[in-house]
């Protein structure tokens, strides 16, 4: 299992990274020793980006339309964290879906895609 929205078993992505970020609010230097003065929102956010390969038209159009949902609850592996889940509320910011090969037919069935889309928490949780 790499991700579940909301609590449904999803496909697994061709590939799936998760990077952990603060949201900086106005950090500074100091002009007398260069120390960087901390000034953060949150610590310790999780983004993740999925990308899935060679998907039919409608894997790709299922895909696309989940994104939509705000909050999205995701599960999702994340040993980055020393969990092996995370069960949070995300928000995709960021999508795309790319024609990676088709043939001559209008409506053809051997078309196939690319989608990826990455999606940020929107709080932390219990535990994290």
């Keep these: ?3 579940k929205f909301n609590g449904a ?14 949201i900086d609010l106005d950090s500074y230097r100091s002009q007398s020793n260069a120390s960087l003065i901390d000034k953060t929102l949150a610590k310790g956010l999780v ?3 999925f ?5 039919t038209e409608q894997e790709a159009e299922d895909l696309i339309e989940l994104t ?3 909050p999205m609850p995701l599960t999702i592996k994340c040993p980055i964290l020393g969990k092996k889940t995370l069960t949070a509320d995300f928000r995709c ?3 795309s879906c790319d024609m990676i090969s088709t043939d001559q037919k209008e409506l053809s069935e051997k078309t196939r ?3 990826s889309f990455t999606c940020s928490q929107k709080k932390k949780v219990s535990g994290q």
């Design 51 to 55: 990308s899935f390969d060679y998907l």
């Design 9 to 22: 078993l999803q496909k697994s992505p061709s590939s799936f990274k998760i990077d952990i970020e603060d």
């Design 47 to 49: 983004k993740c980006s």
């Design 1 to 3: 299992m790499v991700w």
């Design 93 to 95: 910011a960021k999508r």
């Design 68 to 70: 939509w949902t705000n």
């Design 113 to 115: 895609w690319k989608v």
